[in-house]
């Protein structure tokens, strides 16, 4: 199983420096991938008494493309993953420009996980349709993948209109990969017929296990094999004590999961240090 740490961009804060130390200290113990969530805007709860959204404008989010441009730069070998990106409410061609250029720029470490989000506050501000999200997605998929595989596209879809056209630089593998979250029916579909992985955030329970053989199932009737879909489970050590960190990775590998993610937001951890001690001590536990 590949073990990463999901980066605490809502405590980290805006030093270069701390960042950079917390980015060298998750290579430098051994983890596989940082990944980071996607937040453009942040809607002001003054003027939504009634909001019930997980962020609000108060809630740091560093942009993840710009992020993963400057953690290129100083780590070696940590993948970089984001976790997920809200796909529709972003420009396609965009997306795949600064996608391939952070692989570029990483020598091939990008892996794209996208996701079509719960805030139609960003939609709005973003002038994107929140209510066509879903199957605006399926067709952004599409259009990524063509340009990330050809120096020059024609792509004509219900959404997008590309003639004759195409990025430079292109990715180094001429592709990169695309996971998904959610845990609707639409979600686990959709991940099973497009997808290279799933990025669940619940516990290995009754629940999870049941969703896993949905997404194989699906993946069958799509005409794939099991193995092409890789899922990522979540250690977020808020809610899960180190007692139990053992038993719940265990559990989720016997479900199928492939990667794993260690969160330490939510512990109130006062320093960028003490964020990278929590992962020292997870990573001693799971080595043991």
Same mark, same amino acid.
């Given at each position: ?16 420096? *701390? ?9 430098? !113990? ?10 453009? !805007? ?7 008494? =009634? ?19 400057? !953690? %290129? ?7 970089? @993953? ?46 994107? =349709? ?9 067709? *952004?998929?599409?259009?990524?993948? %063509? !340009? ?25 593998? /001429?592709?990169?990969? &695309? ?6 029916? %639409?979600? &686990? ?12 955030? /619940? ?7 049941? *969703? ?21 489970? /979540? ?40 964020? &990278?001690? /929590? ?5 001693? @536990?799971?080595?043991?």
């Amino acid at each position: 199983m590949r073990v990463g740490a999901i980066f605490p961009q809502t405590e980290i804060g805006v030093d270069p420096s *701390q960042i950079r130390r917390y980015a060298q200290a998750v290579e430098d !113990l051994g983890y596989d991938q940082i990944l980071a969530y996607d937040h453009v !805007l942040g809607a002001n709860t003054a003027s939504r008494p =009634n909001w019930q959204g997980s962020y609000t404008q108060a809630s740091q989010f560093h942009e993840p493309f710009v992020l993963f441009g400057y !953690l %290129a730069a100083v780590t070696q070998r940590l993948e970089l @993953v984001t976790g997920i990106l809200i796909l529709p409410q972003r420009q396609t061609a965009l997306v795949a420009k600064q996608a391939a250029a952070v692989d570029v720029l990483s020598g091939g470490r990008m892996r794209l996980g996208i996701g079509v989000g719960w805030n139609p506050v960003e939609y709005q501000g973003l002038n994107e =349709n929140f209510h066509t999200r879903g199957a605006r997605m399926d067709e *952004q998929i599409a259009a990524l993948r %063509a !340009l990330w595989s050809d120096t020059a596209i024609t792509f004509n879809g219900r959404w997008h209109t590309i003639e004759d056209a195409g990025i430079n630089p292109l990715p180094v593998r /001429r592709t990169i990969p &695309i996971w998904m979250g959610g845990h609707s029916d %639409a979600a &686990i579909k959709r991940t099973a017929r497009l997808g290279d992985g799933w990025l669940p955030q /619940r516990r290995p329970d009754d629940e999870s296990r049941a *969703q896993v053989e949905r997404l194989r199932a699906y993946t069958r009737a799509a005409g794939r094999p099991e193995s092409a879909v890789a899922i990522e489970a /979540r250690l977020s050590l808020s809610l899960v004590p180190e007692d139990d960190w053992h038993t719940y990775v265990d559990a989720w590998q016997a479900i199928g999961a492939t990667h794993l993610t260690v969160n330490t937001m939510g512990l109130r951890l006062p320093t960028v240090e003490a964020h &990278i001690e /929590r992962l020292r001590q997870v990573k001693a @536990v799971l080595d043991s």
